[in-house]
């Protein structure tokens, strides 16, 4: 699987479903986006979207939940961090 990960494309070996929040930690993508507080970087935490910690942009729709999304193939992902 190819994604568009901040400008930057990269493949992904994998043979299952996974959500975008799975496909940036394989990625090794550290954080999502910052605290709006103290900037600090925010990664995906819960993973049943409960948090709203994995927010990122994907394929131009802002405040999406990393977690709640399935990466598909060409998806273009913006994280704010």
Do not use: Y
């Amino acid at each position: 699987m190819k994604l568009i990960i901040n400008g930057q494309t990269v493949e992904l070996a994998t043979v299952a479903p996974m959500t975008v929040a799975a496909a940036l930690a394989m990625s090794k993508q550290a954080a999502c986006r910052q605290s709006s507080r103290l900037h600090e970087p925010r990664q995906a935490f819960c993973g049943m979207g409960m948090c709203f910690e994995c927010r990122v942009t994907i394929n131009g729709l802002p405040h999406q939940r990393a977690c709640q999304v399935w990466a598909e193939d060409g998806m273009e992902i913006h994280c704010d961090a």
